[in-house]
């Protein structure tokens, strides 16, 4: 049945509280964003001062080539937004080692975003729209069963940011036998395991990106492309967007901010527009409960 997500606050919560919610599938929530933000006037800059052909992108700082790829402004511009986001980063992170120090050793730190524009509406082909509910998948090329955390600010200064969801992965893989099917992609079990070809394509790909970075985001695996099309399916699939059995709302306030694994949680960005985005890959052999984990889900299926 459909009605309103509980959100619970975490900002007094201890590690281990933290930790344990995010493995089980909840949103930990913060009503107001635990980690200083850039000042109101840097705000009102990335709100109002980007010109409107910036304003239609998704503007991402990648740690790993310091740079912002497709990124076409003046120099200054460039620069401004370049520094705002890599801080804004840096201060997720250094949170992220404070409060998640089970899950940080050896992960891996994305990219940092700013949305600038509003969720809804953008009319956009299926695969590509927020609006629909998903789980994320294929975060910069081949996860191999990391676990994809984001964590996100709601920076617009009075409306609030609004998600639905149909619940956890582990629910959905239980109570909807298509996304089994999907998993598969007609075979008769779902691909999780590296063969010898993917093995030799990722050892290309990861000597290439040593002198390339961004070269990594064409990796690939066979767990990865079964989530794939396990989002593919959730997105085109009217039998899946017509079924709100088990359909609830969440709304984040201004200046709240909350942080999930997407990877294990369906979610749809209904309505928002001004938000902070941070990634990070936290490695499968960090998890204390590999079972609830997609891959442990998808793996268990295979006997």
């Not at 089994?180 to 992609?185: M, P």
């Not at 394509?201 to 002198?211: D, F, I, P, R, W």
Request: net charge neutral; charged share 25%; proline share 7%.
């Amino acid at each position: 049945m459909s009605g309103e997500y509980p959100l619970e606050d975490f900002g007094t919560a201890a590690p281990d509280k933290i930790q344990a919610a995010l493995e089980t599938g909840r949103i930990v929530y913060f009503s107001r964003c635990p980690i200083e933000l850039p000042a109101e006037s840097d705000l009102e800059w990335l709100r109002t001062g980007l010109n409107a052909e910036l304003k239609a992108k998704n503007i991402s700082y990648h740690p790993e080539s310091d740079s912002i790829p497709r990124f076409k402004a003046d120099r200054d511009t460039r620069n401004r937004v370049e520094g705002l986001l890599r801080r804004h980063g840096e201060r997720v992170t250094d949170f992220w080692r404070h409060v998640l120090p089970d899950f940080v050793p050896g992960c891996t730190f994305g990219t940092t975003s700013f949305r600038p524009m509003e969720e809804k509406g953008r009319d956009l082909k299926p695969r590509s729209s927020n609006e629909l509910v998903h789980i994320d998948a294929g975060a910069y090329g081949a996860t191999n069963g990391a676990r994809i955390l984001r964590f996100f600010v709601n920076v617009h200064p009075t409306h609030d940011r609004v998600w639905g969801t149909k619940g956890s992965f582990a629910d959905l893989m239980h109570q909807q036998s298509p996304l089994w099917r999907a998993a598969k992609g007609g075979k008769p079990q779902v691909p999780v395991e590296k063969g010898p070809l993917d093995r030799l394509y990722s050892g290309l790909v990861s000597t290439a990106s040593q002198v390339y970075p961004l070269l990594r985001v064409i990796d690939s695996s066979p767990y990865d492309r079964s989530m794939r099309r396990i989002h593919n399916h959730m997105k085109e699939s009217a039998e899946f967007k017509d079924d709100h059995s088990d359909y609830r709302e969440a709304r984040f306030p201004p200046m709240s901010a909350w942080m999930v694994f997407t990877d294990g949680i369906s979610h749809a960005a209904l309505t928002g527009q001004f938000a902070f985005i941070s990634t990070a890959l936290i490695p499968l052999r960090n998890c204390r409960d590999f079972g609830r984990t997609p891959y442990g889900i998808l793996a268990a299926a295979n006997g």
